[in-house]
Nanobody, 124 residues
Framework: QVQLVESGGGLVQAGGSLRLSCAASARTFSDYVMGWFRQAPGKEREFVSGISGSTGSTYYADSVKGRFTISRDNAKNTVYLQMNSLKPEDTAVYYC?????????????????WGQGTQVTVSS
């Protein structure tokens, strides 16, 4: 069982930045693919970014490419999402996800572990 705890959400003006963190309780953190999804009111949950454990390969949704950066610190069992140039349409609850293996997927059902979510609100 892996527990994920997110932090770093909040309210920011358009054009601003936030950094989300997700601490994982996994015994061997590097064995897990980590990622971020988000869900805005009235919308489906969508993939934001993912990072593999072994190679550190990163993947991004087109809507955040060039603005968001995912990274991980395997020594600290933590994954980060640096969000720059934030837009009002980035407003959502952001969820940290994890799954064993090395496959980054955009499909939420393929991730076994989910955090409780952290709210990000971007004002115009």
């Amino acid at each position: 069982q892996v527990q994920l705890v997110e932090s770093g959400g909040g309210l920011v003006q358009a054009g601003g930045s936030l950094r989300l963190s997700c601490a994982a309780s996994a015994r061997t953190f590097s064995d897990y693919v980590m990622g971020w999804f988000r869900q805005a009111p009235g919308k489906e949950r969508e993939f934001v970014s993912g990072i593999s454990g072994s190679t550190g390969s990163t993947y991004y949704a087109d809507s955040v490419k060039g603005r968001f950066t995912i990274s991980r610190d395997n020594a600290k069992n933590t994954v980060y999402l640096q969000m720059n140039s934030l837009k009002p349409e980035d407003t959502a609850v952001y969820y940290c996800v994890a799954n064993s293996g090395n496959l980054v997927s955009t499909r939420p059902k393929l991730y076994r572990y989910w955090g409780q979510g952290t709210q990000v609100t971007v004002s115009s």
